[in-house]
């Protein structure tokens, strides 16, 4: 807490009159364009390593950067909390893209690669369900890349999950058919400060470099 306290003063001394000008202009209402769906991990900030403002981004965090899949009925099968942010985003915000973001050494992740019924919290073992799938298919022997670590392989296949999950809402779906979204994975590897992006083209995530920015830049100006 008295970190928190110490880095409200500064913030008051030093950055506070720059906000306060932008979030003037947020007061009456916010556009960010992107819905950001990323872990509770203290280590994964997006607003930091993706340089964004207030206003940018709306965000829903949770453990393991999970979504609960939608049900036959256009319902959430588990926690509306997920399910009532992406409609907000969706029918509210008009938002055009969801960037679903997972992460290098992932407590969640690991959790599930040594048995969730091991985890003796009821509540996140219940939760961490949301990506079983995931660690099915990781045992199947599908993967994105080798060269990781089981538990960093298995969070890379999770983002490609909860897209699925996330797709699975009837609002996104429909904007999906109209052209005006796009649901897009991420991967932050805590270890280097990289982001990631998944490329269908080839099966992976890859660097986020001025190299792939460029190639984003062009699919998202088509």
Not at 87 to 110: P, T
Not at 191 to 196: F, G, H, K, P, R
Request: charged share 25%.
């Amino acid at each position: 807490m008295k970190k928190l306290i110490q880095g409200i003063v500064e913030f008051r001394k030093k950055v506070q009159k720059d906000y306060r000008e932008a979030l003037g202009k947020l007061a009456t209402g916010q556009s960010p364009d992107t819905l950001f769906i990323a872990c509770s991990d203290s280590r994964v900030v997006p607003n930091t390593f993706a340089s964004t403002n207030p206003g940018d981004l709306f965000v829903i965090r949770n453990v393991g950067n999970l979504i609960p899949p939608c049900g036959d009925h256009g319902v959430s099968s588990s926690d509306e909390s997920e399910a009532a942010a992406i409609e907000f985003s969706i029918l509210n915000l008009a938002v055009s893209d969801i960037i679903v973001c997972g992460h290098s050494e992932c407590a969640a992740m690991r959790a599930l690669t040594t048995n969730r019924n091991k985890v003796s919290a009821p509540n996140l073992k219940n939760w961490l369900r949301h990506g079983d799938t995931a660690m099915e298919r990781l045992r199947s022997g599908i993967t994105l890349d080798n060269n990781l670590a089981e538990h960093n392989q298995l969070s890379q296949l999770n983002v490609l999950l909860q897209m699925e999950h996330v797709n699975s809402y009837p609002s996104v779906k429909k904007r999906m058919e109209e052209g005006t979204l796009a649901i897009h994975g991420w991967w932050f590897d805590i270890t280097q400060a990289d982001v990631y992006a998944y490329e269908e083209e080839f099966r992976r995530f890859v660097l986020i470099d001025e190299k792939e920015a460029e190639r984003l830049y062009k699919r998202f100006t088509k």
